[in-house]
């Protein structure tokens, strides 16, 4: 196939290492600012992989003609975060063909709604194959331009959802391909609720806070800043977030057993689990508070799980919390900036049944 690929960030770059290593013809693509990582693969014409990923895998096309990376796709991924979705869906206008999917890459929080919405598209429009996944597959890092380490790769529950859904298994057989650990979910709310990254970062970072400005992030995040109390925080949100998919007639998998499931953990447990991590042992805490584990995961999605569930009367005192205290060491209203809220997802006046419907 011939795979664009827009985000040259870690996500990105491993995505198009994975599939050029593959056989696949892979274009990466960013906006001018974001120039290194791009200028180093367009010199080399390769992408250098280390620890899961060896060796290097070549790229057709890396640059900043868009028209020119994604000519002829069979498949886009957008790999960018929760931010930068919009920008990224503008660009994209003029430039959708009905032969290729379109896929965000993770949702990080309704990313396949926001995408339509960018492009002018009604959300049950289905001309195109547009969709998330749940997650990124790979714990990643660039270590410079044109080198991307990989430490952990998605073995299973890497969840995929088309918008509408009937459109879903034209999107899961292109990703197969290559990630055959992805799987069908019911929709996009499945995908975006069972990202679990504002279920453990917000909590970590908020009960570690003085620990990270002490010492500018001196400590693993997950083995050092997991204890019994952060534990606890991070299973009362997981439980408000699987109550809210009840309500709304999804089944959202608690996040330690995905965990186990992905290849992150080692047991399902909240404690061990997450501080004993194989996944997580080697992640390093933030240097400051401000930082996309508060200033991206609270807005973008705490923000929409308190206000979707309040929608359905779900009550969620722990999500709430949590924004409140984000909000106050970091001197912003959250809540006031909240981007993504079902009002203007076009969520509001859905009922139950249609939402699973979507």
Same mark, same amino acid.
């Given at each position: 196939?011939?795979?664009?690929?827009l985000?040259?960030g870690?996500?990105?770059?491993?995505?198009?290492?994975?599939?050029?290593?593959?056989?696949?013809?892979?274009?990466?693509?960013?906006?001018?600012?974001?120039?290194?990582?791009?200028?180093?693969i367009?010199?080399?014409?390769?992408?250098?992989?280390?620890?899961?990923?060896?060796?290097?895998a070549?790229v057709?096309?890396?640059?900043?003609?868009?028209?020119?990376?994604?000519?002829?796709?069979?498949?886009?991924l957008?790999?960018?975060p929760?931010?930068?979705?919009?920008?990224?869906?503008e660009?994209?206008?003029?430039?959708?063909?009905?032969?290729?999917a379109?896929?965000?890459?993770?949702?990080?929080?309704?990313?396949?709604?926001?995408?339509?919405?960018?492009?002018?598209?009604?959300l049950?429009?289905?001309?195109?194959?547009i969709?998330?996944?749940?997650?990124?597959p790979?714990?990643?890092r660039?270590?410079e331009?044109?080198?991307v &380490?990989?430490?952990?790769r998605?073995? /299973?529950? =890497? +969840?995929v959802?088309?918008?509408?859904?009937?459109? #879903?298994d034209? %999107?899961?057989?292109?990703?197969?391909?290559?990630?055959?650990?992805a799987?069908?979910?019911?929709?996009?709310?499945?995908?975006t609720?069972?990202?679990?990254n504002?279920?453990?970062?917000?909590a970590?970072?908020?009960?570690?806070?003085? &620990?990270?400005?002490?010492?500018?992030g /001196?400590? =693993? +995040?997950?083995?050092?800043?997991?204890?019994p109390? #952060?534990?606890? %925080?991070?299973?009362?949100i997981?439980d408000?977030?699987?109550?809210?998919?009840?309500?709304?007639?999804?089944?959202?998998?608690?996040?330690?057993e995905?965990?186990?499931?992905?290849?992150?953990l080692?047991?399902?447990?909240?404690?061990?689990?997450?501080?004993?991590?194989?996944?997580?042992?080697?992640?390093?805490?933030?240097?400051t508070?401000?930082?996309r584990?508060?200033?991206?995961?609270?807005?973008?999605?705490?923000?929409?799980i308190?206000?979707?569930?309040?929608?359905?009367?779900?009550?969620?005192?722990?999500v709430?919390?949590?924004?409140?205290?984000?909000?106050?060491?970091?001197?912003?209203?959250?809540?006031?900036q909240?981007?993504?809220?079902?009002?203007?997802?076009?969520f509001?006046d859905?009922?139950?049944?249609?939402?699973?419907?979507?």
């Amino acid at each position: 196939m011939r795979v664009a690929i827009l985000g040259s960030g870690n996500g990105g770059t491993a995505a198009a290492f994975e599939w050029a290593q593959a056989g696949h013809e892979v274009s990466l693509w960013d906006f001018e600012e974001f120039g290194e990582n791009i200028a180093a693969i367009a010199a080399s014409g390769h992408i250098e992989g280390r620890v899961k990923f060896e060796g290097t895998a070549p790229v057709r096309y890396a640059g900043h003609d868009l028209a020119r990376a994604v000519d002829g796709a069979d498949l886009v991924l957008v790999v960018g975060p929760a931010y930068a979705h919009e920008a990224l869906g503008e660009s994209l206008r003029g430039h959708l063909s009905t032969d290729a999917a379109y896929c965000m890459l993770p949702s990080g929080c309704n990313g396949a709604v926001v995408l339509k919405k960018a492009l002018g598209l009604d959300l049950l429009d289905d001309t195109y194959v547009i969709g998330e996944t749940g997650t990124l597959p790979y714990g990643c890092r660039l270590v410079e331009p044109g080198v991307v &380490r990989v430490t952990t790769r998605v073995l /299973d529950g =890497l +969840f995929v959802a088309a918008l509408p859904s009937t459109r #879903t298994d034209e %999107l899961l057989g292109k990703l197969q391909v290559v990630w055959p650990q992805a799987e069908a979910a019911a929709n996009v709310l499945q995908t975006t609720l069972q990202n679990g990254n504002p279920v453990l970062h917000p909590a970590i970072m908020l009960l570690n806070a003085a &620990r990270i400005e002490n010492t500018g992030g /001196d400590f =693993l +995040f997950y083995t050092e800043g997991v204890t019994p109390a #952060t534990a606890r %925080l991070m299973q009362a949100i997981d439980d408000e977030r699987i109550a809210l998919g009840e309500a709304i007639g999804v089944r959202i998998v608690p996040d330690p057993e995905l965990g186990v499931r992905q290849g992150y953990l080692s047991e399902a447990t909240w404690l061990k689990g997450y501080n004993q991590g194989i996944g997580f042992a080697k992640s390093q805490a933030p240097r400051t508070l401000d930082f996309r584990y508060l200033t991206e995961d609270v807005p973008y999605g705490l923000v929409f799980i308190s206000e979707l569930a309040r929608q359905f009367g779900v009550p969620t005192p722990a999500v709430d919390t949590v924004i409140q205290l984000a909000s106050i060491v970091l001197d912003t209203d959250f809540r006031a900036q909240g981007r993504r809220l079902p009002a203007d997802l076009g969520f509001a006046d859905l009922t139950p049944e249609q939402v699973r419907a979507l």
